[in-house]
């Protein structure tokens, strides 16, 4: 029996565990199970104490030493077996706790009547009879239904809000389609699918209600008072809670309550991607400034006429025309000046020529107007490329401090009474406050400023 009380001190322990949510595994089930006393162990405990009890009543003297040889052993036996079948035991005869009731027996010798109690774990650990197994009638349930439970006052189950949004894309839009919306079909955008999703996962319902300023909300400093949506969510009762792209601040946190953030963002500048100017017919003159480009033409002129100077000077270049004539009546040299100012643009343009210098001193010229050339030209290439590649950056705005100096002239501002605003505003930082100086000459509008905003950088 100790260890049939051990194996159910287990099982009400681990019943305990599931309350809190950790259930054993199958496999640590199923080995506790295999490791349970049999039921042999029960029904021979049963025995032995039938048998103690019989004794006692019977007062049967004692029998003499048994011998093996001789068989005197069983000189009690069957007037205990008699005994025993021929009463009818039950648990107050002293024969304790009996398994199944009351025991008669059958003329074979089996029991009779066995009725066996179904118990079940209940709430906190603790064994619940739940019905009655007997041999003739089978098994009777006699279950209790437990009373369906009502959700705590905290719980969102079957229950219907009253939301609060505010128009904004991309968060609250209008659901733009050809057949009539009415109700929570109206709005799109992801504030909406984001409190549909939770509205399936914890079983409530909810009903928008539109904001028509779409004013966030924000403290009056003379009256303590909140106006726009946190006004409204404080004053009106029938507003449960808000959902739109409303920027959490101490401020605000101390008025109302705020969840966990859908998203974390921090101040940011909008403004217009610069474009790439048209370029121009001039453009292929950028690479070198205009100072290079005339050094530049001075050093071909000046190439060209040596060449042709010295050209001139040497009589190897100076060529029979008709070499079937062995005494030409003249010479010719291939070096004149058009010639001498075609072949120098060609090594520039990387282009060759029939001219082709003889003499040592025409080709020593040549060539160091062509090592010239080789590195002008590698130059020039590069700073085309760099420039074609290059983007714009005249008009960008890299700090707040460019910002602020507001050099080029930029209008900027932000959402009057929004968080980016009111941070300018309450900031005591003196390149803050001139930030806020000129936001404040030129406020923007609180009603479709998203799409505002947008625009304005656009153009």
């Given at each position: 029996?100790?260890?049939?009380?051990?194996?159910?001190?287990?099982?009400?322990?681990?019943?305990?565990?599931?309350?809190?949510?950790?259930?054993?595994?199958?496999?640590?089930?199923?080995?506790?199970?295999?490791?349970?006393?049999?039921?042999?162990?029960?029904?021979?405990?049963?025995?032995?104490?039938?048998?103690?009890?019989?004794?006692?009543?019977?007062?049967?003297?004692?029998?003499?030493?048994?011998?093996?040889?001789?068989?005197?052993?069983?000189?009690?036996?069957?007037?205990?077996?008699?005994?025993?079948?021929?009463?009818?035991?039950?648990?107050?005869?002293?024969?304790?706790?009996?398994?199944?009731?009351?025991?008669?027996?059958?003329?074979?010798?089996?029991?009779?009547?066995?009725?066996?109690?179904?118990?079940?774990?209940?709430?906190?650990?603790?064994?619940?009879?739940?019905?009655?197994?007997?041999?003739?009638?089978?098994?009777?349930?006699?279950?209790?239904?437990?009373?369906?439970?009502?959700?705590?006052?905290e719980s969102m189950t079957n229950r219907t809000f009253t939301v609060l949004i505010a128009e904004n894309k991309?968060?609250?839009?209008?659901?733009?389609?050809?057949?009539?919306?009415?109700?929570?079909?109206?709005?799109?955008?992801?504030?909406?699918?984001?409190?549909?999703?939770?509205?399936?996962?914890?079983?409530?319902?909810?009903?928008?209600?539109?904001?028509?300023?779409?004013?966030?909300?924000?403290?009056?400093?003379?009256?303590?008072?909140?106006?726009?949506?946190?006004?409204?969510?404080?004053?009106?009762?029938?507003?449960?809670?808000?959902?739109?792209?409303?920027?959490?601040?101490?401020?605000?946190?101390?008025?109302?309550?705020?969840?966990?953030?859908?998203?974390?963002?921090?101040?940011?500048?909008?403004?217009?991607?610069?474009?790439?100017?048209?370029?121009?017919?001039?453009?292929?003159?950028?690479?070198?400034?205009?100072?290079?480009?005339?050094?530049?033409?001075?050093?071909?002129?000046?190439?060209?006429?040596?060449?042709?100077?010295?050209?001139?000077?040497?009589?190897?270049?100076?060529?029979?025309?008709?070499?079937?004539?062995?005494?030409?009546?003249?010479?010719?040299?291939?070096?004149?000046?058009?010639?001498?100012?075609?072949?120098?643009?060609?090594?520039?343009?990387?282009?060759?020529?029939?001219?082709?210098?003889?003499?040592?001193s025409t080709r020593a010229v040549a060539s160091v107007w062509w090592v010239f050339a080789l590195v002008i030209?590698?130059?020039?290439?590069?700073?085309?490329?760099?420039?074609?590649?290059?983007?714009?950056?005249?008009?960008?705005?890299?700090?707040?401090?460019?910002?602020?100096?507001?050099?080029?002239?930029?209008?900027?501002?932000?959402?009057?009474?929004?968080?980016?605003?009111?941070?300018?505003?309450?900031?005591?930082?003196?390149?803050?406050?001139?930030?806020?100086?000129?936001?404040?000459?030129?406020?923007?509008?609180?009603?479709?400023?998203?799409?505002?905003?947008?625009?304005?950088?656009r153009s």
């Amino acid at each position: 029996m100790t260890q049939w009380r051990k194996m159910y001190s287990e099982r009400l322990n681990a019943a305990g565990n599931a309350e809190t949510g950790e259930e054993p595994t199958e496999p640590e089930e199923a080995a506790a199970i295999s490791a349970a006393p049999p039921t042999a162990l029960l029904l021979a405990h049963l025995g032995t104490g039938l048998v103690a009890e019989a004794w006692r009543r019977l007062q049967l003297p004692e029998a003499e030493s048994a011998d093996c040889a001789v068989g005197a052993g069983a000189f009690h036996a069957d007037t205990l077996l008699n005994y025993l079948r021929s009463e009818e035991w039950n648990s107050e005869d002293g024969a304790g706790r009996l398994v199944g009731g009351a025991i008669t027996w059958e003329v074979e010798g089996g029991r009779r009547d066995v009725q066996l109690e179904v118990v079940e774990l209940a709430r906190g650990g603790r064994l619940e009879r739940v019905g009655v197994w007997a041999a003739r009638a089978g098994l009777s349930l006699q279950r209790r239904e437990a009373p369906v439970a009502e959700p705590p006052p905290e719980s969102m189950t079957n229950r219907t809000f009253t939301v609060l949004i505010a128009e904004n894309k991309p968060y609250v839009m209008m659901q733009e389609s050809t057949d009539r919306l009415s109700g929570n079909d109206r709005y799109e955008g992801f504030c909406i699918e984001l409190i549909d999703k939770l509205a399936k996962l914890l079983h409530f319902n909810y009903t928008f209600v539109e904001q028509e300023d779409r004013n966030y909300g924000s403290r009056d400093n003379a009256t303590g008072k909140w106006n726009g949506m946190l006004g409204r969510l404080m004053e009106d009762e029938n507003i449960d809670f808000a959902i739109t792209d409303l920027t959490i601040t101490a401020e605000r946190e101390s008025a109302v309550d705020f969840t966990t953030p859908f998203m974390n963002l921090g101040i940011a500048i909008l403004f217009r991607t610069p474009k790439t100017p048209e370029p121009k017919i001039f453009a292929f003159l950028l690479p070198f400034s205009n100072g290079v480009w005339l050094c530049l033409g001075f050093a071909y002129l000046g190439t060209s006429l040596l060449l042709y100077v010295v050209g001139r000077l040497c009589h190897e270049e100076w060529q029979n025309p008709y070499p079937c004539i062995e005494d030409p009546p003249a010479l010719e040299n291939q070096f004149t000046l058009a010639n001498a100012l075609w072949f120098n643009l060609g090594a520039v343009l990387l282009q060759g020529s029939e001219i082709a210098p003889v003499a040592y001193s025409t080709r020593a010229v040549a060539s160091v107007w062509w090592v010239f050339a080789l590195v002008i030209t590698s130059s020039y290439t590069a700073n085309l490329a760099t420039l074609l590649a290059k983007k714009s950056s005249d008009q960008v705005i890299n700090n707040v401090q460019e910002l602020a100096d507001n050099q080029l002239g930029i209008d900027y501002g932000a959402k009057f009474n929004g968080s980016t605003y009111n941070f300018f505003a309450h900031s005591q930082s003196e390149l803050y406050q001139r930030m806020y100086e000129h936001m404040r000459t030129r406020p923007m509008p609180s009603t479709n400023a998203e799409e505002w905003r947008v625009e304005s950088t656009r153009s």
